[in-house]
């Protein structure tokens, strides 16, 4: 990582999930992005799990957590792009693994849960490439993936712990990530936003990518496995 004075807050927390260490290509990512100066590099192994994301976020001392999985690529500045928003979540495009190979982003995002925690009714629908086309910038959103989201310290803060909840006090029927985007935007009203200028891609997982046109579409192309 290369650090950068005076850009963005000192301090933000780079938590790395499913630190394998696998992937050769994420490290070349990770050795070529920009940070600012003092952020702090957090390798959770096997931190698929809410108990283990909980402990990188207990871990934290920054102003903001920048979560990244370990089979991901992207660009040196992501992380000063999603900064400069100034917003307490965001995050860039990511595109699935597998078919449809579209993006991980929520247009519709809803559940209820009982008493006990158990989600009793569950509703979501992604963003089409459609939807997508010609827009810049940034946009809000219904959900997030967590890879790849900054999320400000005052959204810790307001959360009650553990904050990923989901096979802990919650039954283990849903992603974590989408029941924490739901929570915060439900029950704390935040905000949720996508950088659709930026995108972090998958490492070997598809051999069909998403990609930007540069007449700002999204489209299915051809990526060499």
């Known amino acids: 990582m290369r650090a950068v004075n005076d850009v963005g807050p000192p301090g933000t927390i780079i938590l790395v999930t499913a630190a394998l260490g696998r992937y050769g290509q994420f490290e070349a990512s990770l050795s070529r992005m920009y940070v600012p100066s003092g952020t702090t590099l957090l390798r959770l192994r096997g931190s698929s799990s809410a108990a283990s994301q909980n402990l990188g976020i207990e871990q934290r001392k920054g102003a903001w957590v920048w979560f990244i999985d370990d089979d991901h690529i992207f660009e040196p500045d992501v992380l000063l792009k999603l900064l400069a928003h100034n917003v307490d979540i965001v995050a860039p495009l990511i595109p699935m693994r597998l078919p449809p ?114 007449e700002g579409e999204y489209k299915l192309t051809w990526r060499p496995d």
């Open 101 to 214: 190979y579209g993006m991980v982003l929520y247009k519709k995002l809803d559940m209820e849960e009982d008493a006990h925690g158990k989600i009793t009714n569950f509703v979501n629908q992604f963003y089409s490439f459609e939807d997508l086309n010609g827009m810049t910038g940034l946009i809000p959103v219904q959900g997030l993936p967590k890879a790849g989201c900054l999320i400000r310290e005052r959204v810790w803060e307001m959360m009650p712990k553990p904050i990923f909840k989901i096979g802990l006090i919650h039954p283990d029927q849903i992603e974590d990530d989408k029941y924490f985007m739901w929570e915060v935007r439900e029950k704390y009203k935040g905000d949720l936003w996508c950088d659709t200028d930026q995108v972090i891609e998958h490492i070997s997982t598809v051999i069909f990518g998403s990609r930007r046109t540069p």
